[in-house]
């Protein structure tokens, strides 16, 4: 089977169930595993300005193009149409996050053979479940899904056990910084698991712009920073943003030193194989006393006022 897919947490479910050599094309955005998609052709690109760092620039940019109705990717259907895929992996969730699945049925038709297409559509945790299974079927492998499946449920199980009964901290994810924007879908969930209670987001609902005073009410006991597709490094570099809020030093979580920035692409943004260690890390930062991952050390950074300090 030859298997095109345009979207990093699909490209990772199919790595997850053995099925790498399967695949033949990828999108610009898919980075891991990195062995497997150096040498793949990147059929998609962003239309944004390139160099584009700034949240609030990022944030206007593509309010602009969903103004003018006009697309914030292009598929390279010529790549398309020669690798001749089988399976296409595409989304319906966001059209912000990745190739919109409208945009990729409308290449695919156009093929000689028309592919299947299969939405990798994640609003809760089940739904990551659910679609390693679709891709694993698909692919007539089912007893492979329901292999790493078994892995993952065990690993949840794990957290959770490490965590019951102790105080639960309330938590913030923002998964975009300027404006704001709380947590959604699956997020929530992971929170839960990790022995946290979100304050704002909820699960299963869509991520949604928030105000700054709503954080302050909120009171957050730790607040993650996870603005979609930031890594560590750039998550980091946007500290500024926060500390110039009048607020900023009244936040429980700040007053506490349990403000953290998280590689957010590898972790949160992308719904595949590495959420279970997204929830992992959740608990090690919330809960140190009773779980403990090496992710802590190299996908999360504790943000002080006014000069970043170490976990651990």
């Known amino acids: 089977m030859r298997i095109v897919s345009l979207l990093p947490g699909a490209t990772e479910l199919v790595c997850a169930l053995g099925l790498e050599e399967q695949l033949v094309g990828i999108s610009h955005e898919c980075d891991f595993p990195p062995e497997v998609v150096a040498h793949l052709p990147r059929l998609t690109r962003s239309t944004l300005p390139e160099g584009l760092s700034d949240p609030a620039a990022i ?32 989304q319906a969730l966001c059209e912000v996050c990745a190739v919109p699945q409208g945009q990729a049925a409308r290449a695919s038709v156009r093929l000689r053979r028309p592919p299947r297409t299969i939405a990798v559509n994640t609003y809760r945790l089940e739904d990551l479940f659910e679609s390693l299974r679709q891709i694993a079927e698909a692919a007539g492998v089912p007893e492979r899904a329901e292999s790493r499946i078994r892995e993952w449920r065990h690993r949840l199980a794990r957290v959770e056990g490490a965590v019951a009964g102790a105080p639960r901290p309330r938590v913030l994810m923002l998964e975009w910084l300027d404006p704001p924007f709380s947590c959604g879908h699956w997020i929530p969930e992971m929170v839960t698991i990790a022995g946290g209670t979100e304050v704002i987001g909820q699960a299963g609902e869509p991520s949604r712009r928030i105000r700054w005073e709503e954080v302050d009410r909120a009171k957050p006991e730790v607040i993650a920073l996870i603005p979609c597709g930031y890594r560590l490094n750039e998550v980091i570099a946007a500290q500024p943003l926060l500390e110039r809020l009048p607020f900023w030093d009244r936040i429980p979580a700040v007053q506490r030193g349990q403000v953290y920035a998280l590689d ?38 504790r943000l002080s006022h006014p000069t970043l300090s170490p976990i651990g």
């Open 59 to 90: 944030d206007a940019a593509v309010r602009e193009k969903a103004q003018k109705g006009e697309p914030l990717y292009i598929i390279d259907e010529e790549q398309l149409a020669a690798l001749e895929p089988d399976l296409i992996l595409t």
């Open 264 to 301: 957010a692409s590898a972790y949160f943004s992308r719904p595949g194989p590495r959420t279970i260690d997204g929830i992992e890390l959740l608990a090690a930062l919330f809960h140190p006393d009773r779980f403990h991952t090496p992710l802590v050390k190299q996908a999360a950074q």
